[in-house]
């Protein structure tokens, strides 16, 4: 399975992007795709979570109303929609997948349980 998540970039503050990630190898069903990001050490930050029949989402407290995740089975797609843009958003942004529900992929990172990971993606919001 591969995860290529694709679609940073640099963006003044207020401004949007969206983020795509691209998943090959296998037809996932009941699995949740992920974004996570990490701006600086070793731990990542999780975003938000879908899962893959797109009926159910999970945000992160920071994002919501701001941030938008969506997929496309038959492209076999996740995208996020990142609106009103801020500063402390700058991070690497990675997408994962897991087979899990999407309130439950914070606690499969939390327990290393992550199943696939995608590259990053580099999302600089400047001030």
């Known amino acids: 399975v591969q995860l290529q998540a694709s679609g940073g970039g640099l963006v003044q503050t207020g401004g949007s992007l969206r983020l795509s990630c691209a998943v090959s190898?296998?037809?996932?069903?009941?699995?949740?795709v992920g974004w996570f990001r990490q701006a600086s050490g070793p731990d990542r930050e999780f975003v938000a979570a879908i899962n893959w029949s797109g009926d159910n989402t999970f945000y992160r407290d920071s994002v919501k109303g701001r941030f938008t995740i969506s997929r496309d089975g038959a492209k076999n797609m996740v995208y996020l929609q990142m609106n009103s843009l801020k500063p402390e958003d700058t991070a690497v942004y990675y997408c994962?997948?897991?087979?899990?529900?999407?309130?439950?992929?914070?606690?499969?990172?939390?327990?290393?349980?992550?199943?696939?990971w995608g590259q990053g993606t580099l999302v600089t919001v400047s001030s």
């Open positions: 190898g296998r037809t996932f069903t009941t699995h949740s």
């Open positions: 994962a997948a897991d087979d899990t529900s999407p309130t439950q992929v914070p606690t499969a990172y939390a327990m290393s349980w992550i199943e696939y």
